[in-house]
């Protein structure tokens, strides 16, 4: 069959919502663009943890570390099952890790800012999840079958995510003025990164809009973002704090909250490699894997022995 | 004026992040590939959930174990190498499944009975 006729087949099951599954024949660059953002998706769950674990140890409660502890091997729950995914479009689990750390393969550029206080905690719960959460529940639909029940799985289980940051800040919030202030303070510094995780403007972007046609995609930026402000500037209110944004305020014309203007150098400058802790993300991811190396050639080598074994028994 | 390319929310575009770009040569280490079965209660079939990595049988079991029932998701594991597993070819299914369209004759609705006749 010539290609404009798979193509049109192709692009007829996707207006008739009937998913895509690995074996069919998809054109090229839909498998590109799915292999890049679900790589790109697997490796921001793994590069997630990182933030996150910084507190473990320093979680204030045995509650709590507990509760840090499943939150971050979910994440690398996460990350497992999207890596999953995206090898069935025919890329190997190696080559990824590989283009993550070579700096090939990107991963969400809030991962790249540091959590400083234990508040930030609770706040990339509330804020950096929550904003996740608009995108993954967005893409339970997407076209591709692996990729939307991953994130069926997935969105499962962020709720519980977002609601021990959001709980985390609620104890902080009704604490001494000085746990307070470490809330406030924690909201300020992750109120604008969250809001730069949607990416720039729709009126940035080109017309030529494959990710929608594919159903990659559904939502633009603009309207995820909208979405999001709307819903945490509600939420906002119930821990008695601010956001850091003075132009802030409800538009009943348009049925939405208006919003600042967000910094998009600081964005950019973050995507290029130059936000505050890149660098130190990126070598830790190493460090883990070439660390962990004898551990894979020890494992495979005994798996290896065992098998010739059973085979001469 | 800078280009602008399409960029969504969870699909950064490929050029540099800043980190060192570097050639790195892939030695193929991984370790195969295993489907994840998980029958999630007495009763009830086991449902394919994904796949993961293992060394071996044992070690595919308790990653599965660990990645995909993690809330109680399971009172069964199944794992089988994903190169055991032989699949149909989608670009096939016309010939495949030709035989069943035509057996209309094969679903109950096919017979017309009198509404008086119940329990049928």
């Known amino acids: ?52 674990g910084n507190w473990i ?21 996460h990350g497992l099952y999207l890596y999953s995914a995206a090898e069935t479009l025919g890329q190997s689990r190696e080559q990824m890790i590989e283009d993550l750390h070579s700096g090939k393969a990107k991963y969400s550029s809030i ?3 540091p959590t400083l206080t234990w508040a930030d905690i609770g706040a990339v719960g509330w804020l950096v999840d929550g904003a ?25 289980e962020e709720s519980f995510h977002q609601r021990q940051g959001f709980e985390t800040l609620l104890i902080l919030s009704r604490g001494t003025p000085a746990q307070r202030a470490m809330c ?28 929608m046609k594919w159903k990659i995609k559904r939502k633009s930026n603009d309207e995820l973002r909208q979405q999001f402000i709307d819903m945490i500037a509600e939420q906002v209110k119930l821990l008695g704090m601010q956001l850091p944004d003075p132009a802030l305020k409800w538009n009943a014309a348009r049925n939405h909250y208006d919003f600042g203007e967000i910094n998009w150098e600081e964005f950019w400058q973050v995507v290029k490699g130059n936000g505050p802790c890149n660098k130190e ?29 059973n085979k001469a028994a | 004026m800078r280009l602008i390319r399409k960029f969504f929310y969870g699909d950064i575009p490929d050029g540099t992040s800043g980190a060192e770009q570097q050639t ?3 030695k193929k280490t991984d ?90």
């Open chain 1, 184 to 211: 406030q303070d924690a909201i300020n510094r992750w109120w604008w990164p969250a809001l730069m995780m949607f990416g720039p403007r729709d009126s940035e972007s080109s017309n030529s809009d494959l990710s």
């Open chain 1, 57 to 77: 140890s320093r979680a204030p409660s045995l509650k709590r570390k507990a509760i840090l502890l499943a939150k971050v091997q979910d994440e690398a729950g």
């Open chain 1, 281 to 309: 993300r990126l070598e830790a991811r190493k460090k883990a894997w070439e660390e962990g190396q004898w551990v894979r050639e020890a494992a495979a080598a005994y798996a290896a022995k065992n098998k010739s074994r």
């Open chain 2, 24 to 26: 790195t040569v892939t």
């Open chain 2, 31 to 120: 370790w195969p590939l295993w489907e994840v079965f998980i029958r999630s209660k007495q009763g009830l079939d086991h449902k394919h959930v994904g796949s993961l990595h293992a060394a071996d049988a044992q070690m595919a079991i308790e990653n599965a174990r660990d990645v995909y029932t993690r809330r109680m998701e399971g009172v069964s594991i199944w794992v089988v190498e994903s190169s055991q597993i032989v699949a149909s070819n989608p670009q096939e299914a016309g010939e495949l499944y030709e035989p069943a369209t035509d057996k209309v004759y094969r679903h109950p609705t096919f017979y017309d009975l009198p509404d008086e006749v119940k329990h049928m």
């Open chain 1, 1 to 52: 069959m010539p290609t404009y006729e798979l193509e049109k087949l192709f692009q007829d099951r996707i207006e008739q919502e009937i998913k895509i599954e690995p074996k069919d024949w998809m054109p090229d660059a839909y498998r590109k663009t799915n292999l890049r953002q679900i790589s790109q998706h697997a490796h921001s769950e793994i590069v997630g943890m990182l933030p996150e």
């Open chain 1, 111 to 113: 991962f790249n800012y």
């Open chain 1, 132 to 156: 996740a959460i608009m995108n993954q529940v967005m893409l339970t639909r997407t076209s591709y079958g692996p990729y939307a029940r991953a994130m069926v799985r997935i969105c499962k």
